[in-house]
């Protein structure tokens, strides 16, 4: 397996306790959701890494910390912390979870959640967050499309949203999550026209036993396919799964399926988070310090 596992980062996992009601909304009801489930299912479907992002459900950052510190010694150092601010918490909050982060090693990106969270990417609220992420390098990820909640608001989960803050923080890099779905097309020119804008294929796809499943995976690869053309390159697109909602085997097939050469296919399944995430070759070892 060590072979297969080489180069394969998940860029978009969970594995939090304050993930809401698991039984009902893990792709499947008897889902082992804890380190060990997890990277047994790492192991299934052949991926090395992935990034573990913490949930704005926390009661506090430096808990949502806690927690993803122990997730990483536990799976040494294969599931790599990415924290989450809330701007609707005010100011003080953010300079606190900021300066949180700051003293915390390891965190390897942010998450802000704008349409579980009533705030548009390009709230000035924000501004300390975005210059905070150039100061450290640390990616941002943003939650773009549908929510799993229905009490969120998708008019702040668009991409064209990301479009003006990717504008005024140039130096930043951020990643559209869920390649925007339903706004596929539309997260396809974001990322064509911003060169610091990338997107990941995380849970486009329900589980196996879904309706329609077969036909939805081939619509999946027509779209994504649609989107690297758009684009011109699949350098700035990341593979991701969104476990638990996601099978990881259901998500690296949908790469794996893609009609794109095989060098292409592993830089979306590991090469292009390793280089944009800044995560070393080879199994997890000590990190250079940011």
């Not at 047994?40 to 949502?64: H, K, N, W, Y």
């Not at 990881?248 to 979306?268: H, K, N, Q, S, Y």
Request: net charge negative; aromatic share 8%.
């Amino acid at each position: 397996m060590g072979g297969v596992l080489a180069g394969r980062v998940d860029a978009h996992v969970h594995l939090s306790r304050w993930w809401p009601r698991i039984r009902e909304t893990g792709y499947r009801p008897d889902l082992d959701y804890s380190v060990a489930g997890l990277l047994a299912e790492m192991d299934r479907a052949g991926v090395e890494r992935a990034l573990a992002i913490q949930m704005f459900q926390a009661p506090s950052t430096e808990e949502a910390l806690v927690e993803g510190r122990a997730s990483a010694t536990a799976s040494a150092g294969r599931l790599l912390p990415v924290a989450t601010v809330d701007p609707t918490r005010g100011s003080d909050s953010v300079a606190a979870a900021l300066r949180a982060i700051e003293a915390e090693r390891g965190v390897v990106g942010l998450k802000l959640f704008p349409g579980y969270l009533a705030f548009y990417p390009h709230d000035p609220r924000l501004d300390p967050v975005y210059e905070f992420a150039h100061r450290k390098n640390l990616p941002v990820l943003i939650h773009q499309g549908d929510t799993l909640e229905g009490r969120g608001l998708l008019k702040f989960a668009r991409p064209l949203e990301v479009d003006e803050v990717a504008g005024r923080f140039r130096d930043v890099q951020f990643v559209l999550c869920h390649l925007g779905n339903p706004w596929i097309e539309e997260a396809a020119e974001v990322v064509y026209k911003n060169p610091n804008v990338h997107a990941d294929t995380s849970g486009l796809l329900g589980p196996p036993t879904a309706p329609y499943f077969d036909r939805t995976v081939t619509l999946c690869r027509e779209r994504i396919l649609h989107s690297v053309l758009t684009v011109g390159s699949p350098e700035k697109f990341l593979y991701g799964s969104d476990w638990p909602l996601e099978d990881l085997r259901t998500a690296v097939d949908l790469i794996e399926g893609l009609d794109l050469p095989e060098p292409d296919r592993r830089a979306l399944l590991g090469g292009n988070a390793r280089r944009l995430f800044r995560i070393p070759e080879g199994r997890p070892g000590r990190r250079a310090p940011r």
